[in-house]
T-cell receptor
Framework: NAGVTQTPKFRVLKTGQSMTLLCAQD?????MYWYRQDPGMGLRLIHY???????AKGEVPDGYNVSRLKKQNFLLGLESAAPSQTSVYFC????????????FGSGTRLTVV | KQEVTQIPAALSVPEGENLVLNCSFT??????LQWFRQDPGKGLTSLLL?????REQTSGRLNASLDKSSGRSTLYIAASQPGDSATYLC???????????FGSGTKLNVKP
């Protein structure tokens, strides 16, 4: 049982480039989330989804877009990367909106130069 | 908005000590609280999940307690080991919203 898988694990982008981070879960969870983690600021919610075909903004959505075309996948896109988006990105999923807790992926370390 | 605070930000103890990590939250109307462990460069591993109706949860050497009325949770680690060295995060799920609010974590170092 793989749980939550994130790809890629590491990436370096130049300012202005675009990329997509993929999150896949095999637990049939309805809810999926994208967080970013920065030193001294903890984990902050970027976007989340409460089911296939749905997305919603979190605390820090600017500069990011998401899609949930399939229940098991949640994609995070950066259309024009900025150095302020250098961070570690974590995907998480839950079966019932966090009632049973979260399961996290291992993270993607993104550096924008 | 729910605010979650973890004090201290860092803690260093000798091996074998029992220790307590603290988590406080501003809004007592929570659904549950989850403790995570994060190793350097790694993801978050769930340790314990306490529902709002529970007072504590135990797993091995770990015991988490919850006092909703005072907005506090503690994670007790018995007989600490160097392998316990990591950052410990608490996360609170509000009663009316399906996402968690995270504290900034306590970085624990257990010295051999």
């Amino acid at each position: 049982n793989a749980g939550v898988t994130q790809t890629p694990k590491f990436r370096v982008l130049k300012t202005g480039q675009s990329m997509t981070l993929l999150c896949a879960q095999d637990m049939n969870h309805e809810y999926m989330y994208w967080y970013r983690q920065d030193p001294g600021m903890g984990l902050r919610l970027i976007h989340y989804s409460v089911g296939e075909g749905t997305t919603a903004k979190g605390e820090v959505p600017d500069g990011y877009n998401v899609s949930r075309l399939k229940k098991q996948n949640f994609l995070l896109g950066l259309e024009s990367a900025a150095p302020s988006q250098t961070s570690v990105y974590f995907c998480a999923s839950s079966s019932t909106g966090g009632v049973g807790g979260y399961t996290f992926g291992s993270g993607t370390r993104l550096t924008v130069v | 908005k729910q605010e979650v605070t973890q004090i201290p930000a860092a803690l260093s103890v000798p091996e074998g000590e029992n220790l307590v990590l603290n988590c406080s939250f501003t809004d007592s109307a929570i659904y549950n609280l989850q403790w995570f462990r994060q190793d350097p460069g790694k993801g978050l591993t769930s340790l314990l999940l306490i529902q709002s109706s529970q007072r504590e949860q135990t797993s091995g050497r770990l015991n988490a307690s919850l006092d909703k009325s005072s907005g506090r949770s503690t994670l007790y680690i018995a007989a600490s080991q160097p392998g316990d060295s990591a950052t410990y995060l608490c996360a609170v799920r509000p009663g009316n919203f399906n996402k968690f609010y995270f504290g900034s974590g306590t970085k624990l170092n257990v010295k051999p």
